[in-house]
């Protein structure tokens, strides 16, 4: 019986390796093992000449042309036993493709009653459509690369009378896909394509900065001193060293040295790491591009970013349109720019400006925001912003000049006092990018990084450190810079339309399993 026909039989735990435990599926998939073994056929194979995927075999096929041999190759997602002949459907990299077999004129038929729905087989043979119209591959030759020891959970879809795909029984307990995401790309094609997205963007990016000239460089992820960011980083030990050293929580430092350097223009696409609580929008281990660019300033980067977000848009999906959570994003540039101070004001009726620690406060617990006792006016403001005015900003927004206090890293404002030139591009009320007119003066960079040190004395865990050769670095002389940070994890659940980001990382972090 296969198991199209016996799906009742829940999917194995995978904490159960002992043979006695093993469900009836798994018994019976290791008895068909050992009978594959037992007349000469070896179940995991070296190699497979593959001459054709199935979309093409598919696309390329015409009634009227000559008999036509192909090679392909796959996981077997549906069996049709008839006696002498069977029908079975194989899924590649590309798709799908329906196999015939008959005993006669195939010498494996027999071996092929011991193979199951998820081995992965080879499969030489002609292309011919069936009488029901179905382009399809007549085995002449079989082989197993592959044999399956776990049974798949088998989605079936069915087309209905107004031609709209139905799928029923999907595998979609979301934290099983977490957790086995080789399945979850096995049996959803949906989820394969989403990642393909991904890529594409992120060779896009590279092109898209290649172009210009930038170099593609690599800083340190393992650092005697994080920074560059406000975060709890993950701690380490060197034990030949003898010294602590933290996972990045961001690259910004050692990218900005190289502008030090007489680089006109680097960016690294990489791993960074905060030891920080997860949810939708947040995981421990996340990719952000960062970019710096000298000679350049604030008002530059976000032309350049809305043309970078647009052209990525472009090349996932065709179309700057994009459709999320019910809104219909449009990533076209020119994006809209509103300051900090005027969004708050906008959505909150208060005007923030020039208000001491005190009275942020008292606004705060009038419009029920929650602030920590170790926030100063910076934290308390961002808090105001990220409850009251962020979750409003639908369209691809560039918020700008945010409070001195909020921005250790970067420029002050040229012409409003306490502030500084920063921006943050928020898209369907979430952040994407951030970016400054970088800070290039070692002196008020000395004093930034002093006032962190006093908020991390207050109990900021988050505030940052102070990094003397990184000041070192600035007293040789930076250029005038513009930085860029984005998330690519968040940029990609915007371009795929997912409202989680563990939707569009293979291997989330997730509680260990029980």
């Avoid at 069915?158 to 595998?171: A, L, M, S």
């Avoid at 094609?189 to 900065?209: G, N």
């Avoid at 208000?355 to 006792?373: G, T, Y």
């Avoid at 990018?433 to 865990?461: H, I, K, T, V």
Wanted: glycine fraction near 6%; proline fraction near 5%; hydrophobic fraction near 35%.
């Amino acid at each position: 019986m296969t198991e199209q026909h016996n799906q009742k039989h829940p999917a194995p735990s995978p904490s159960t390796p002992e043979h006695e435990d093993l469900n009836v599926l798994m018994v019976r998939r290791r008895e068909e093992l050992e009978n594959l073994k037992s007349v000469g056929i070896n179940p995991y194979a070296y190699e497979f000449d593959r001459t054709h995927f199935s979309t093409d075999v598919v696309s390329a096929f015409k009634d009227d042309e000559p008999q036509r041999i192909v090679a392909v190759s796959g996981r077997i997602t549906s069996i049709r036993r008839m006696g002498k002949a069977s029908f079975c459907h194989i899924q590649d990299s590309k798709g799908k493709i329906q196999l015939y077999l008959k005993k006669e004129g195939l010498a494996a038929y027999d071996a092929f009653k011991q193979m199951d729905i998820g081995d992965i087989i080879g499969v030489k043979g002609y292309v011919f459509r069936t009488k029901m119209g179905e382009v399809s591959i007549h085995a002449r030759e079989l082989t197993l690369l592959a044999k399956s020891l776990r049974p798949l959970p088998v989605v079936k879809e069915k087309v209905d009378e107004q031609g709209n795909k139905v799928i029923y029984d999907p595998f979609s307990d979301k934290e099983l896909r977490y957790r086995q995401r080789y399945v979850d790309l096995i049996v959803n094609q949906d989820v394969r394509e989403v990642f393909v997205k991904r890529a594409r963007m992120v060779s896009t990016i590279r092109k898209f900065l290649d172009e210009r000239g930038y170099l593609e460089v690599e800083t340190p992820v393992l650092q005697p001193i994080y920074g560059g960011a406000s975060a709890r980083p993950f701690k380490s030990h060197h034990n030949a060293l003898d010294v602590d050293l933290y996972l990045r929580i961001a690259d910004e430092l050692y990218l900005k040295r190289l502008i030090v350097g007489g680089y006109d223009g680097v960016y690294e696409i990489s791993k960074d790491f905060r030891n920080e609580g997860m949810d939708k929008t947040h995981n421990p281990e996340f990719t952000m591009l960062e970019l710096y660019v000298a000679y350049k300033d604030y008002r530059w980067m976000m032309e350049l970013t809305e043309q970078m977000v647009y052209d990525l848009a472009l090349a996932v999906n065709g179309t700057p349109l994009a459709s999320l959570g019910g809104n219909e994003i449009n990533f076209t540039p020119p994006w809209k720019r509103i300051s900090m101070f005027e969004v708050i004001h906008e959505f909150t009726g208060k005007d923030l400006r020039g208000k001491n620690e005190q009275e942020l406060r008292a606004i705060a617990k009038e419009l029920h925001v929650e602030v920590e006792p170790s926030f100063g006016t910076g934290a308390v403001i961002d808090e105001i912003f990220s409850e009251k005015a962020e979750p409003h900003l639908i369209q691809p927004t560039f918020v700008t000049d945010y409070p001195v206090e909020m921005s250790p890293l970067a420029k002050k404002h040229r012409t409003e006092a306490g502030l500084v030139e920063r921006f943050e591009g928020i898209v369907n009320g979430h952040e994407i990018c951030n970016a400054f007119s970088e800070l290039n003066d070692p002196l008020d960079q000395r004093a930034r990084f002093e006032d962190q040190m006093s908020l991390r004395a207050r109990g900021d865990e988050e505030a940052q450190v102070l990094d003397e050769d990184y000041l070192r670095a600035l007293e040789y002389g930076m250029p005038p810079t513009a930085g860029l940070g984005i998330g690519i994890d968040r940029l990609t659940m915007l371009l795929t339309n997912k409202d989680s980001i563990r939707d569009v990382i293979f291997f989330p972090q997730m509680k260990p399993e029980k």
